[in-house]
């Protein structure tokens, strides 16, 4: 079975992502362990919270660069709420702090005029077909909660926005690396599916 290392670093939603994972067969574990993750099929990196409060909490477990490599190196690999935010060089919600520089761009607050945090479900809408999202025309909606949202350099990677005060970001993807500004683990029934396909998707990767 496909080996799924969920990075443990002391932060937020990691256990309820971690049950939803084995709950839709996966062979998932929480980890801290560097050589663990490097060993994995795939990798998954949750987050709630601070963007500067993760990325130093990922720092002081020595994850940092374990984490980063396995949005890179081809290996699948999902990134949940601040888990995604923390793929893009920087947040305006901390000043000064460098995020994984894995996707070119940064996180800024949602639109002036909306309630934040966003915290209700919301349709996606897809730009392409994709093999965990589903198609274009999908109907698929899923629970949010975030004040930030990412804006890529490359308007390419984006695959799916929703519609709060705009177009927002909901989750791109940069070759093997999917990232969600929603929780999955949460979006039940949709949700569940999300993660079943991408469960589906490692087997054909492996």
């Not at 949750?46 to 374990?66: H, R, Y």
């Not at 888990?83 to 002036?112: H, N, R, Y």
Request: glycine share 10%; with cysteine; charged share 15%.
């Amino acid at each position: 079975m496909t080996r799924v290392a969920v990075i443990d670093y002391g932060i937020g939603n990691l256990h309820s992502a971690h049950k939803a994972l084995c709950s839709v067969g996966a062979d998932a574990r929480l980890t801290r362990s560097v050589a663990d993750i490097d060993a994995a099929d795939a990798v998954v990196l949750p987050g709630v919270g601070n963007f500067g409060a993760c990325i130093q909490a990922l720092s002081d477990c020595g994850l940092t660069d374990a984490s980063r490599s396995a949005a890179l190196d081809g290996r699948p690999f999902l990134g949940i709420c601040v888990g995604m935010q923390m793929l893009f060089d920087a947040s305006d919600e901390s000043p000064g702090v460098a995020g994984l520089g894995v996707i070119s761009g940064k996180v800024t607050w949602l639109p002036a005029g909306v309630k934040r945090p966003q915290m209700q479900w919301n349709r996606l809408q897809l730009s392409a077909d994709d093999p965990c999202l589903g198609t274009a025309h999908s109907e698929s909606w899923m629970y949010f909660v975030h004040s930030l949202h990412a804006e890529p350099t490359d308007a390419t990677v984006v695959v799916a926005t929703v519609d709060y005060g705009g177009d927002v970001v909901a989750a791109v993807r940069q070759g093997a690396a999917l990232a969600v500004q929603f929780h999955p683990e949460k979006s039940s029934p949709d949700g569940l599916v999300m993660l079943q396909r991408w469960v589906e998707t490692l087997a054909a990767a492996a």
